[in-house]
């Protein structure tokens, strides 16, 4: 496993580099070994397929964009990560702002057709809560697949996510504590 972890890496290096001299094919095969996981990765963060999707999409703009610019090869799947989790925040502010803003227009107009006065805190709470994926939050979902399932180092995975070293180590902690706890509540039931 560790050779093909290795030789794929290889691969992925070689492919950044020609896509960098210009070699579009080559750029066309990188997105194709990655299309699938970057897609994934964005998935466990919006928790919706179309979002995965449209973030992807957004991810390989900027990633088109801005190859030329990567100066460490090896860098490219932290990276790549990373651009897709930004893409991924900013479509879920988006949705949050839209889902506020609707929430808000349904109680003005609840307010309007009942003549009550209704508490629109009430309604934002749901605003806030994101769906979890797979009963775990977004952020520990996507620091446990990055570092167990793309094999990538907690330092990967800072970058991947754009934070700090300590708080890929806490997502992990609380992943697993909660993993662990989902594993107790299966065997008791």
């Not at 560790?2 to 794929?8: D, F, H, L």
């Not at 793309?150 to 070293?165: C, K, N, R, T």
């Amino acid at each position: 496993m560790a050779m093909a972890v290795g030789e794929n890496r290889v691969l992925d290096e070689f492919l950044v580099i020609a896509a960098q001299g210009g070699d579009a094919g080559a750029f066309n095969l990188l997105a194709h070994r990655w299309q699938r996981k970057l897609v994934a990765h964005a998935w466990r963060m919006t928790g919706n397929m179309e979002q995965a999707h449209d973030a992807a999409q957004t991810g390989w703009l900027e990633i088109a964009a801005g190859l030329r610019r990567l100066t460490d090869e090896r860098a490219f799947p932290a990276w790549a990560y990373r651009i897709v989790s930004r893409a991924c925040t900013r479509q879920i502010a988006g949705a949050i702002r839209h889902r506020q803003l609707s929430e808000q227009l349904a109680c003005e107009e609840l307010v309007e057709m009942q003549g009550a006065r209704v508490d629109p805190d009430l309604h934002l709470d749901a605003a806030r809560v994101m769906g979890l994926i797979q009963r775990l939050p977004p952020d520990q979902h996507s620091a446990i697949a990055l570092f167990y399932l793309e094999e990538m180092s907690v330092a990967e995975v800072a970058v991947a996510l754009d934070i700090p070293v300590g708080t890929v180590k806490t997502r992990l902690l609380h992943a697993r504590r909660r993993l662990r706890s989902f594993l107790e509540e299966k065997d008791h039931a």
